[in-house]
């Protein structure tokens, strides 16, 4: 299986500082990767797909990039709503595996 | 506009059974898999499998071999779980979620792009 190590596992920011969030795949995954955002209580938002994608309709301060092993979600200038579980997805074999998670909170 | 609407909160004893279902709207059901995804209280994602929803074929991630059974009826566009002999470790949020591709000419990238509200099911006598 895929092991996707992500960090760090939380995070806390002030309003408008840039935050990364960063997913490692334990073999290359040819940028299969997209990225989530759960809120406390809801299902998971997609936010970016094939590592760099935005998703339409989510804000363009959140960006993704990375390839082969390593790839990165950026959230330029934090903000109230940003704050969650945001998680990674491998979807270039099977099982899918997801990143641990990374909590995000405004200081 | 594109949904998946899950059924209800489920109470169950160990032992028992439960099916839970996930009605789309919104796209031609038959067009796009979906996918199964557990989530226990206060942990993360795992991937359970997915169903392709023009043949009706399962495929299971090897922690859901045998108790877990993914089916659908497509006349209603509606895909089901239903897991038996429930433990408690069963006692989880699953999600249902619709899948998607995209192809940049030379590479297909799979992901999950819209989402069921989840179904909390609990284990417990």
């Known amino acids: 299986d895929i092991q996707m190590t992500q960090s760090p596992p939380s995070l806390s920011a002030s309003l408008g500082e840039t935050v990364s969030i960063e997913c490692r795949a334990s073999?290359?995954?040819?940028?299969?990767l997209a990225w989530y955002q759960q809120k406390s209580g809801k299902s998971p938002q997609l936010l970016i797909y094939?590592?760099?994608s935005l998703q339409d309709g989510v804000p363009s301060r959140f960006s993704g990039s990375g390839s082969g092993t390593q790839y990165s979600l950026k959230i330029s200038g934090m903000q109230p709503e940003d704050e969650g579980v945001y998680y990674c997805?491998?979807?270039?074999?099977?099982?899918?595996?997801f990143g641990a998670g990374t909590k995000l909170e405004l200081k | 506009q594109i949904q998946l609407v899950q059924s209800g909160p489920e109470l169950k004893k160990p032992g028992e059974s439960v099916k839970i279902s996930c009605k789309a709207s919104?796209?031609?059901?038959?067009?796009?898999?979906m996918h199964w995804v557990k989530q226990a209280p206060g942990k993360g994602l795992k991937w359970m499998g997915w169903?392709?929803?023009?043949?009706?074929?399962?495929t299971y991630a090897d922690d859901f071999k045998g108790r877990f059974v993914f089916s659908l009826e497509a006349s209603a566009s509606t895909a089901n779980l239903q897991i038996s002999n429930l433990k408690n470790e069963d006692t989880a949020t699953y999600f249902c979620?619709?899948?998607?591709?995209?192809?940049?000419?030379?590479?297909?990238?799979?992901?999950?792009?819209?989402w069921g509200q989840g179904v909390m099911v609990t284990v417990s006598s």
């Open positions: 169903i392709n929803t023009y043949t009706g074929k399962p």
């Open positions: 919104g796209y031609t059901f038959t067009d796009y898999a």
């Open positions: 094939y590592a760099s």
């Open positions: 073999e290359d995954i040819y940028s299969n």
């Open positions: 997805l491998q979807g270039s074999k099977y099982p899918y595996t």
């Open positions: 979620a619709r899948n998607q591709v995209n192809y940049d000419g030379t590479y297909y990238s799979y992901y999950f792009d819209y």
